[in-house]
């Protein structure tokens, strides 16, 4: 039999699908189907409906219009549970993981049956621990969730959906929490599924990456399908002009261009100075300066012990040994409000550690400084100004300050986040992976505000594990090991290739 010239047809398919979230139309008349083995990659900008097309499929909403077709047969998921019954499994955008339950526990979601009304915790996690090591994955079962780095939660997250015996598994930005090896790992386990005839749909910003794993790629705008391509006859350039539309220019440059090389700037007085910095089990010795007017990066993978120095810099953290000094004054605080007050500003790497899902986008905006804000005269009205002006300079879409955090999209939701710090100018600002899930339209605007503080004097201090994101913007970059400093790299040193290397 030869079957190498027919298409396989579709195990999924969703034919005129239509959304509204009250007058906000998310999808429109999309067209969309999913083979057997297939991985499905899904691109489009911030807002252009990804999410929320990948929630119907997921079962998240049933109000929708037009159709969709399991197997053959008609399906309207009523709820997460019922998607789940049929075998699709998703691993959503933003975490969704029970930070203080076990890695076993949110890897089986509930506990193995019991007996003699015991939980079964020893079974439990000895097979928890057999499922992740079939995942390269060393990670001990009975670890709090809440403990682990966002990056390895992620994976124990992507891990439960493969386990739970899905057939169709949606990845909604599984990589932008993950450091290049944890990503390779991720392909080829991916790869794997594959041959074991899953299917994937996988959503990222980062193109290469679909290019890469995909077999198909849908791109969405504006709520609208407007291509699907076979990956291997498709080019990043291709992509780019669809998904934004050939007119800007500007944008599509910076999509595809790796990183622009760092103009020379002006550097003032020494903002912060850490000397010997140590805290148990996480980092060691670790001096540094940080000038005013400077941006440096800190890379490192996952575990370098990166985090954990950005948190004891702003006191949620206390470090063991050693000397903080912010403006020559040697500081050491006991919490965040401390950090705050010295004027320090700190953007987590969990965009959810920081905001309030179900209150108003404004409320979130100046939550941070409310208690500055309080002094004068605190009303309503006095808030939405002042996020009504974050709102306009970051471009968050769309442009409600009434409008719960939780309806925005997920590149908006980050840059509600970076809205709210900069209500006030701080002396200190520490970026943890600033654009991660933005598409590059937000990405350049989160970029230009960094750059605008730097003009305005701010030491800012960049955490990533994407060398892009330091590359674009960092003026110096230093490199941590085993929560060690292994370099500090400026001018030409500053690549790819020695962040890599150091790391
Ligand atoms: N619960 C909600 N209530 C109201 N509007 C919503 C809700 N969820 C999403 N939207 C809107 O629907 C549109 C599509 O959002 P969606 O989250 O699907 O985008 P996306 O393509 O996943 O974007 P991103 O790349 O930023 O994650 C956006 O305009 C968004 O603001
Ligand atoms: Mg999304």
């Not at 999924?12 to 999808?27: E, F, N, Q, W």
């Not at 083979?35 to 929630?55: D, F, I, P, Q």
């Not at 029970?98 to 979601?109: I, K, R, W």
């Amino acid at each position: 039999m030869n079957v190498s010239n027919t298409t396989p047809s579709p195990i999924l398919t969703l034919h005129r699908i239509s959304k509204r979230y009250g007058g906000v139309t998310a999808l429109e008349n999309v067209d969309f189907d999913l083979r057997a083995g297939e991985v499905h990659g899904l691109v489009g900008e911030n807002g252009a409906g990804k999410s929320t097309m990948m929630k119907l499929l997921a079962g998240v909403y049933s109000d929708y219009e037009g159709e969709m077709h399991l197997h053959g047969a008609p399906v309207r998921f009523s709820s997460p549970a019922d998607a789940q019954a049929q075998g699709i499994g998703m691993v959503f955008q933003e975490l969704s993981t029970f930070q203080h339950l076990s890695v076993a526990e949110n890897l089986f979601g509930r506990l193995l049956p019991a007996r003699r009304g015991l939980v079964d915790r020893k079974r439990m996690n000895h097979e928890a621990q057999m499922h992740l090591q079939q995942l390269g994955l060393e990670i001990d079962v009975t670890t709090m969730m809440g403990h682990l780095p966002v990056g390895t939660q992620q994976i124990v997250e992507i891990a439960r959906v493969i386990f739970s015996g899905a057939q169709i598994i949606i990845l909604d930005e599984p990589t932008s929490a993950l450091s290049p090896p944890e990503i390779r790992r991720l392909f080829d386990f991916i790869a794997s599924l594959k041959t074991q005839g899953k299917s994937l749909i996988f959503i990222s910003h980062f193109l290469e990456d679909v290019l890469e794993i995909s077999d198909r790629i849908t791109v969405l705008k504006d709520a609208h399908q407007v291509a699907v391509l076979e990956a291997k006859d498709s080019s990043k350039h291709q992509l780019v002009e669809l998904m934004i539309g050939a007119d800007a220019s500007i944008l599509q440059q910076s999509y595809e261009e790796e990183s622009q090389i760092a103009e020379e700037h002006a550097v003032g007085d020494v903002v912060l100075a850490v000397e010997q910095l140590t805290q148990q089990g996480n980092f060691r010795d670790v001096s540094f300066e940080l000038h005013a007017g400077e941006i440096v990066g800190l890379f490192g993978f996952m575990g370098a012990g990166q985090i954990q120095l950005a948190r004891c810099l702003f006191g949620a953290e206390q470090f063991d040994e050693g000397v903080m000094r912010l403006n020559g004054r040697s500081l050491n605080f006991h919490n965040t409000t401390q950090a705050k007050t010295a004027g320090i500003a700190y953007v987590p790497e969990n965009r959810h550690d920081s905001l309030m899902l179900q209150q108003e986008i404004y409320k979130n905006i100046t939550l941070a400084h409310l208690p500055r804000l309080l002094g004068r005269l605190l009303n309503q009205k006095a808030e939405v100004d002042i996020a009504s002006t974050q709102i306009k300079n970051l471009h968050i879409h769309p442009p409600r300050p009434t409008l719960p955090v939780g309806a925005l999209s997920g590149g908006n939701q980050q840059k509600v986040v970076l809205a709210k710090w900069l209500t006030q100018t701080p002396k200190l600002l520490i970026l943890n992976e600033p654009t991660r899930g933005i598409d590059v339209g937000a990405k350049d605007e989160v970029m230009t505000i960094v750059n605008s503080l730097r003009d305005q004097g701010v030491a800012t201090l960049l955490i990533s594990a994407e060398p892009e994101t330091i590359l674009s913007i960092a003026d110096r970059a230093l490199v941590m090991r085993k929560g060690r400093l292994t370099a500090e790299l400026t001018g030409s040193r500053l690549t790819k290739e020695n962040l890599m290397t150091y790391a």
